[in-house]
Nanobody, 115 residues
Framework: QVQLVESGGGLVQPGGSLRLSCAAS????????MGWYRQALGKEREWVAI???????NYADSVKGRFIISRDSAKNTMYLQMNSLKPEDTAVYYC?????????WGQGTQVTVSS
């Protein structure tokens, strides 16, 4: 059974940084394309960043140059370093495989960017 647990969210001022973590059981990150997704209040869930098996990454235009996705294979943990945060980054952030599997959603972690 796959379980993904996100953590690291919080309240941060515009321009600040946060690092999110995604710990996994039942799945090995290095053998799956993995992604970070987010859902803002009243909006559909959207993908934010992808880490491919071969190490390549891809980012949504809205976060390109500000967010960095990475993984630690030894810890089977994935990260999302978020810099230069903007109020529009406020959302619940989730990790999942890419393409996503609806059975793998965790509880997410809330990120709020506000002064």
């Amino acid at each position: 059974q796959v379980q993904l647990v996100e953590s690291g969210g919080g309240l941060v001022q515009p321009g600040g940084s946060l690092r999110l973590s995604c710990a996994a059981s039942g799945i090995i990150f290095g053998r799956n394309h993995m992604g970070w997704y987010r859902q803002a209040l009243g909006k559909e869930r959207e993908w934010v960043a992808i880490k491919f098996i071969d190490g390549r990454t891809n980012y949504a235009d809205s976060v390109k140059g500000r967010f960095i996705i990475s993984r630690d294979s030894a810890k089977n943990t994935m990260y999302l370093q978020m810099n230069s945060l903007k109020p529009e980054d406020t959302a619940v952030y989730y990790c999942n495989v890419w393409p996503l599997n609806s059975r793998y959603w965790g509880q997410g972690t809330q990120v709020t960017v506000s002064s």
